[in-house]
């Protein structure tokens, strides 16, 4: 490198500084720009007014979800009661009910006897998981017989479970034999008891498993893989007269069991689960797969059982869900987490006992508290609720609102693009992506869901006629071939051509029979009246001559009947002078008589003394206008 490239570098590279220092210089001298705000993100609003239960505030705080009041703006309404068709309507499309309207067709225990009787008519091996089951006193004939004929049958009495149509916690719940032993005018289920029950340590117990329904139409169905087994407090003896009202043996109703201070067993401790009158399902398999049961087999009834009674009502769910909710097409407006108890017998089969809409949350072991809180974290992350939701409708409000002064504007229209099918595509999917993550378990749809459809279909027609509609759009719908009528010989032509000639023959001849008759003659002129106008000698008189058309009309018959030359000629008639009507028409007495009394009212002359005259028949007497007006002559 030379001089002349040396002194080229320094210049360049002393150059590029200045540069540099003076774009240091100006940045500093321009002003900062203030770093813009992150916006908050909206909480989802939640209303646990109906709810007693603490366990739903503790996860609402840990979601950071905010509790507020049912008058205010809420994404989720949480109630221990069912929800009536009247408040659901009032819902905005963003906000959701932990109730259907009419799941009470088998949460109430007469509701779910009533609903599984009837479709088990039609599918009774499909539905043999409920015990035999009768609603008083509707169906005491029908129990009265039962009775009779396994007693004849058996030589023995039948053990029966009494229980309240609308109890719970196993309050009003009795044993009996006979059926001298309960009050049939009561209204109360009446169950066969299943006495065989399996046993665990020598304990009766029950399972109770959750079920959660997010949509009715279509339906979907998720099970809760984990739950509770409930065990009753006294060791279990077949039933006896000296043990059936012993309910701390034959009843598992935790709420009654932990009143038995000498049996009760509280389990303290989450890792031995598998101790206590309260304890996990898991334990339960495990104990019945090491007495050699199937618990994948039991596992797949149970999924069976519920899909089955819930489809039992699924056609009523849908209409009352449709008539509640008129302009929602997403179908999960309303969810429902059920809590269904299942009793095992000594085979390890499955039977349904009831239905619960409002399960018990309260906390009183460890257990519970495990159990629980998964539960309902799960439930509200499968559902998918979120601030966007409520963002979604505030924009399309605002669009709606800017539309609403344009020519064709349809509220209904504007409602329904609120709940498209595209909202019903995202919280499926939403489903899909967050079940992995929960102990939840898709029960329905599944592989089987042509067979359940169809029971849906056949439920809607033999019920009580409230989904017949739906029924018929789901029903496949069968063509049936059309048969070509057979082609006709010439013979049967010719012979139809020549039948068909003598009918115009005869139908010719007829009208030329009617033609030769003469017509009547014409009658007088006789007015017509008709509405705004009359007719007289086939002329119309327009409405402004119809006035003129009746005085004359009336001044006619006034003329014609002679009362106005009488009544003229009664005027002049003196006080005391004596009126003879005899040969009058009778038809005038009265009226003679009354014109009479007003004449001499008007005159201020004293009433005069009464007509002597003598009533004839007016048969007899002459009606000829010259006659009367001669005998009135000759008396004036």
């Given at each position: 490198?030379?001089?002349?490239?040396?002194?080229?570098a320094?210049?360049?590279?002393n150059?590029?500084n200045?540069?540099?220092?003076?774009?240091e210089?100006?940045?500093?001298?321009?002003?900062?720009?203030?770093e813009a705000?992150k916006?908050?993100?909206?909480?989802?609003t939640?209303?646990?007014?109906?709810?007693?239960?603490?366990?739903?505030r503790n996860?609402?705080?840990?979601?950071?979800?905010?509790?507020?009041?049912?008058?205010s703006?809420?994404?989720?309404?949480?109630?221990?009661?069912?929800i009536?068709p009247?408040r659901?309507?009032?819902?905005?499309?963003?906000?959701?009910?932990?109730?259907?309207v009419?799941?009470?067709?088998?949460?109430?225990?007469?509701g779910l006897?009533k609903?599984?009787n009837?479709?088990?008519?039609?599918?009774p091996e499909?539905?043999?998981?409920y015990?035999?089951?009768?609603?008083?006193?509707?169906?005491l004939?029908?129990?009265?017989?039962?009775?009779?004929?396994?007693?004849?049958?058996?030589?023995a009495?039948?053990?029966?479970?009494?229980?309240?149509?609308?109890?719970?916690?196993?309050?009003?719940?009795?044993l009996?034999k006979s059926?001298?032993?309960?009050?049939?005018?009561?209204?109360?289920?009446?169950q066969?008891?299943?006495?065989?029950?399996?046993l665990?340590?020598?304990?009766?117990?029950?399972?109770?498993?959750?079920?959660?329904?997010?949509?009715?139409?279509?339906?979907?169905m998720?099970?809760y893989k984990?739950?509770?087994?409930?065990?009753?407090?006294?060791?279990?003896?077949e039933?006896?007269?000296?043990?059936?009202?012993?309910t701390?043996?034959?009843?598992?109703n935790?709420?009654?069991?932990?009143?038995?201070?000498?049996?009760?067993v509280?389990?303290?401790?989450?890792?031995?689960?598998?101790e206590?009158?309260?304890?996990?399902?898991?334990?339960?398999w495990?104990?019945?797969?090491?007495?050699?049961?199937?618990?994948?087999?039991i596992w797949?009834?149970?999924?069976?059982?519920f899909?089955?009674t819930?489809?039992?009502?699924?056609?009523?769910?849908a209409?009352?869900?449709?008539s509640?909710?008129?302009?929602?097409?997403?179908g999960?407006?309303?969810?429902?987490?059920?809590g269904?108890?299942?009793?095992?017998?000594?085979t390890?089969?499955?039977?349904?006992?009831?239905?619960n809409h409002?399960?018990?949350?309260?906390?009183?072991?460890?257990?519970d508290?495990?159990?629980?809180?998964?539960?309902?974290?799960?439930t509200?992350?499968?559902?998918?609720v979120?601030?966007?939701?409520?963002?979604?409708?505030?924009?399309?409000?605002?669009?709606?609102?800017q539309?609403r002064?344009?020519?064709?504007?349809s509220?209904?229209?504007?409602?329904?693009?609120?709940n498209t099918?595209?909202?019903?595509?995202?919280?499926?999917?939403?489903?899909?992506?967050?079940?992995?993550?929960?102990n939840?378990?898709?029960?329905?749809?599944?592989d089987?869901?042509?067979?359940?459809e169809r029971?849906m279909v056949?439920?809607?027609?033999i019920?009580?006629?409230?989904?017949?509609g739906?029924a018929?759009?789901?029903?496949p719908?069968?063509?049936?071939p059309?048969?070509?009528?057979p082609?006709?010989?010439?013979?049967e032509?010719?012979?139809e051509?020549?039948?068909?000639?003598?009918?115009?023959a005869?139908?010719?001849a007829r009208?030329?029979?009617l033609?030769?008759?003469?017509?009547k003659p014409?009658?007088?002129?006789?007015?017509?009246f008709?509405?705004?106008?009359?007719?007289?000698?086939?002329?119309?008189?327009g409405?402004?001559?119809?006035?003129?058309?009746?005085?004359?009309?009336r001044q006619?018959?006034?003329?014609r009947?002679?009362?106005r030359?009488?009544v003229?000629?009664?005027?002049?008639?003196?006080?005391?002078?004596?009126?003879?009507?005899e040969?009058?028409?009778a038809?005038?007495?009265?009226?003679?008589e009354?014109?009479?009394?007003?004449?001499?009212?008007r005159?201020?002359?004293v009433?005069g003394?009464?007509?002597?005259?003598q009533r004839?028949?007016?048969?007899?007497e002459?009606?000829?206008?010259?006659?009367?007006?001669?005998?009135l002559r000759?008396?004036?």
């Open positions: 490198m030379n001089a002349e490239e040396v002194e080229q320094m210049l360049d590279e150059r590029g200045v540069m540099a220092f003076t774009v210089v100006e940045s500093e001298k321009q002003p900062k720009k203030p705000k916006k908050k993100r909206r909480p989802v939640i209303c646990l007014d109906a709810c007693r239960y603490q366990v739903l996860i609402c705080k840990e979601r950071r979800w905010r509790v507020v009041s049912e008058d703006d809420f994404c989720i309404w949480w109630s221990d009661l069912s009536i009247e659901l309507l009032q819902f905005k499309p963003y906000q959701r009910a932990n109730h259907f009419g799941m009470t067709e088998i949460s109430r225990k007469d006897s609903s599984l009837r479709i088990a008519k039609k599918w499909e539905y043999a998981f015990p035999q089951s009768w609603t008083l006193p509707i169906d004939n029908d129990f009265m017989n039962t009775h009779k004929t396994l007693v004849h049958k058996r030589g009495k039948p053990v029966y479970i009494s229980k309240p149509t609308a109890g719970c916690q196993g309050n009003g719940i009795f009996f059926e001298n032993d309960i009050d049939p005018s009561q209204p109360q289920v009446v066969r008891y299943i006495a065989d029950p399996h665990i340590d020598g304990y009766k117990y029950d399972l109770r498993i959750y079920l959660l329904v997010t949509s009715v139409e279509p339906l979907r998720f099970i984990k739950g509770m087994a409930r065990f009753a407090t006294a060791p279990y003896v039933p006896k007269d000296d043990n059936i009202k012993n701390f043996m034959h009843l598992t935790y709420s009654l069991n932990k009143r038995n201070k000498e049996g009760f509280s389990n303290e401790d989450i890792e031995h689960d598998d206590g009158s309260k304890r996990s399902i898991d334990a339960v495990k104990i019945l797969r090491d007495q050699g049961a199937d618990v994948d087999q797949a009834q149970i999924k069976d059982i899909i089955k819930v489809v039992a009502i699924q056609p009523t769910l209409h009352m869900y449709r509640s909710l008129p302009n929602d097409r997403s999960h407006a309303c969810f429902e987490l059920l269904m108890d299942i009793l095992l017998d000594s390890h089969t499955p039977w349904l006992i009831e239905v409002s399960p018990s949350f309260n906390i009183d072991s460890p257990l508290s495990d159990l629980k809180h998964s539960l309902i974290r799960d509200l992350e499968l559902l998918g979120t601030p966007e939701d409520k963002a979604r409708y505030m924009i399309e409000e605002r669009r709606r609102f539309q002064m344009m020519p064709g504007y509220h209904r229209d504007a409602m329904r693009r609120m099918e595209g909202e019903r595509s995202r919280i499926e999917a939403w489903e899909d992506a967050t079940l992995p993550q929960t939840y378990e898709m029960i329905f749809p599944n089987r869901s042509e067979f359940y029971m056949e439920k809607g027609f019920g009580f006629g409230v989904s017949v739906v018929r759009r789901r029903a719908q069968r063509r049936e059309v048969e070509e009528p082609q006709k010989t010439a013979e032509l010719a012979k051509a020549k039948e068909r000639e003598e009918r115009e005869a139908i010719a009208c030329s029979q033609a030769k008759k003469k017509p014409a009658g007088p002129p006789r007015l017509k008709e509405a705004g106008s009359i007719f007289r000698s086939g002329m119309a008189i409405a402004d001559r119809n006035k003129f058309a009746l005085d004359q009309s006619r018959l006034v003329q009947s002679g009362i030359e009488f003229t000629r009664l005027q002049a008639i003196k006080e005391g002078q004596e009126i003879h009507t040969g009058q028409p038809a005038f007495l009265p009226y003679l009354e014109n009479k009394r007003m004449c001499q009212q005159s201020g002359l009433p003394r009464a007509f002597h005259g004839r028949n007016s048969a007899s002459p009606s000829d206008r010259r006659k009367l007006d001669r005998s000759a008396e004036v």
